[in-house]
């Protein structure tokens, strides 16, 4: 099992992108340092690998205020890396002084990490993949693993949600009388606009990416992004709404599915701007959500997938090596679906093999899930492999090889064996209704939060797996000099500002003060906006929302035990691997005494200071 132990987590201090063990990177053979990263020491600004570049001294060296950024975006990154303000106050002139030097080594050290990349990635192009832990877990105590079908055992292609877009847009105009210049504008699906765990104000058409808070960090109307003094009149001067007012007027894109519907919404609204067409916003938001939604009841694009199953399936060539290593390791697969067999039977053949139907010991189709978590009653019913009709009879009995639709969690756990096989030291099992479920030792793997993963954890305490692919683009992102330029570059700011705080003391601020401070602040906001532009959407990263955590990322803290970029990520664990979460996984500031810190910033200035 090939590892390797990235240092970049730890630097970018972001908490959910630690790794449960080893970084594995197959077939990696470049030296060992594709993450360079910088850290302060009293006189040199040093690369982990031991190369070192002097810093200046003096408040007169010539190097201060010369910065220039690479980009000079219409975000306001010209500002950058620019002069910062003085202070009549000696020490915090010197804090300052000394952050723009350190800002200008940071931006020279890009440069150089730049150069290394383009090397880096002529020598390999292997993606990272691993398995991060937001609990313990103990794969051998595991005696049955459920997976999901869509962006779980299979993934698609772009071309899919193009053609969602394209199904739901002709509806609104064929169904809805919408402009039929709305097929001739050229509206078509933007992979860079939308990123999952947004969510729509049903009220306003706004699109909005939420804190863990429910502040809203973001929030675009149509393609304009609107500024903070909008959101504030909107939400109360907070930024968010009341529980109620959220269960009513906000609804989430948190599948992979959604964000299709949430550009076609943005789209829309746009289009009617452009032309000055009045529109209600609440209108166009549920035009576009039933739209979305009958094109996928009406198996329209399901027809057109399964028929072209090389346009829309991305190749998983290590599917069938990690579903044999637990069958050959004693684990039991159920295969839960919500979508109807005779599609998932195109995509796992194509995918898998014609005998892919052998490896499971229960395959459940149009699941219905959430509902399938919830309801207590409703059977499951045969399929016939030949016709694709439903059988009569009534199910008594799984047999492996044979596929069931509908049903529910209440009659699988009657059908099978679900008695724990493992004896150990924490609790195993909790009641629902007249029958004992066994929790941690089933497994299910999806890629859906809400349809896939909550109930499984919160009503019966399943352990539970996301799919979340946008990990390994990010992670790929946050290696990269501009971003780690951003990351450094907000810390020292934000040393700054804690540390010009503590010279100005307890006293009023004066007007002086409050230009400084508001300045350093100012420079914060821009560079998370770079960062926001490095990650190539409007939104920022899907982790996070602007300084905070996102909502996302606090349900998947929440409801998941692991997350992965894919399933093929399990062929490099042993089916008895442990996962442990990272120490510094923790919710409180106080909590992390010696956390992960980007530079010894403080200590230079103290030291400075004797």
């Known amino acids: 099992m090939p590892s390797f132990v990235p240092r ?47 810093i200046a001294q003096h408040a007169d060296d010539p190097i201060v205020g010369e910065l220039v950024p690479e980009h000079d975006g219409a975000n306001g990154e010209s500002d950058l890396l620019t002069t910062l303000p003085r202070h009549s106050n000696p020490r915090v002139t010197e804090i300052l002084i000394k952050t ?37 877990v103990d794969l051998g105590k595991i005696d049955t693993i459920g997976f999901d079908y869509d962006y779980t055992l299979v993934t698609y292609t772009d071309d899919l949600l193009d053609l969602i877009y394209e199904k739901a847009l002709a509806r609104l105009v064929s169904d809805r009388q919408y402009p039929s210049e709305m097929l001739e504008a050229g509206l078509k699906y933007d992979p860079f606009f939308s990123i999952r765990g947004l969510a729509v104000d049903k009220e306003t058409g706004w699109i909005t990416h939420l804190s863990y808070t429910h502040k809203v960090a973001v929030a675009w109307e149509g393609r304009t992004k609107l500024p903070t003094s909008r959101l504030l009149q909107e939400y109360r001067m907070k930024r968010a709404l009341d529980p109620a007012g959220r269960k009513k007027r906000l609804k989430p894109l948190n599948d992979l599915f959604s964000m299709s519907e949430c550009c076609l919404i943005a789209d829309t609204i746009q289009f009617f701007k452009d032309r000055n067409i009045a529109y209600s916003p609440k209108n166009v938001v549920n035009d576009v959500l ?41 684990k039991r697969l159920i295969f839960v679906s919500n979508s109807p067999f005779w599609y998932v039977d195109a995509g796992m053949k194509y995918i898998f093999g014609h005998d892919w139907l052998k490896e499971w010991d229960a395959i459940i189709t149009s699941a219905g899930k959430p509902n399938f978590y919830t309801d ?31 049903g529910c969690l209440n009659e699988l756990m009657r059908l099978m064996d679900w008695s724990p096989k493992h ?30 993963l909550v109930d499984a954890k919160r ?89 905070q955590p996102s909502l996302f990322a606090h349900s998947l803290r929440r409801y998941c035990d692991l997350y992965m970029t894919s399933v ?25 005494q010696d956390g992960p810190t980007c530079f010894d910033f403080d200590s230079l200035m103290s030291e400075e200071a004797s």
């Not at 077939?27 to 020491?41: D, I, K, N």
């Not at 694009?301 to 004693?330: C, D, I, M, W």
């Not at 030291?425 to 349809?451: K, P």
């Not at 089916?575 to 992390?592: D, K, S, V």
């Open 290 to 330: 039933k739209a979305v939604t009958e094109t996928h009841l009406s198996g329209e694009f399901h027809r057109l997938v399964a028929a072209h199953p090389e346009r829309y399936f991305r190749p998983t060539p290590h599917l069938s090596q990690v579903l044999s290593n637990f069958k050959a390791a004693g």
């Open 568 to 592: 093929s990520s399990l062929r490099f664990y042993s089916p008895e691997h442990r996962f442990y979460p990272e120490q510094t996984h923790r919710l409180l500031a106080h909590e992390i």
């Open 8 to 54: 970049v987590a730890t630097l970018l201090c972001l908490p959910l992108l630690q790794p449960a063990a080893s970084f594995h990177v197959p077939g990696f053979t470049r030296p060992h340092r594709p993450h360079t990263y910088l850290r302060v020491s009293e006189n040199f600004l040093s690369f982990e690998d031991g190369t070192n570049s002097q």
């Open 376 to 406: 207590t009653s409703r059977p499951f019913r045969e399929v016939c492999l030949e016709t694709g009709r439903l059988l009569f009879r009534e199910v008594d009995s799984f047999e492996a090889g044979k596929v069931y639709t509908e």
């Open 459 to 547: 009503q019966y305490g399943w352990t539970t797996a996301a799919v979340t692919p946008e990990v390994g683009y990010e992670m790929d992102v946050q290696n990269k000099a501009d971003f780690v330029m951003s990351q450094q570059s907000i810390e020292l700011l934000l040393n700054a500002l804690r540390m010009v705080q503590d010279q100005l003391g307890i006293t009023m601020r004066t007007r002086e003060d409050k230009k400084v401070l508001n300045e350093l602040e100012r420079l914060v906001s821009l560079w998370r906006d770079r960062e926001t532009s490095i990650l190539g959407n409007p939104f920022g990263s899907v982790f996070r929302a602007r300084y």
């Open 100 to 136: 723009e030097q350190l800002l200008q080594q940071f931006h020279k050290a890009a440069q150089k990490m730049k150069l290394e990349e383009v090397a880096a990635d002529k020598e390999s192009e292997e993606r990272e993949e691993s398995i991060f832990a937001n609990n313990y």
């Open 423 to 452: 004896n150990t030291d924490y609790e195993l099992n909790l009641v629902s209704g007249s029958h004992e479920v066994a929790t941690a030792n089933v497994l299910y793997i999806g890629d859906s939060l809400f349809a896939d």
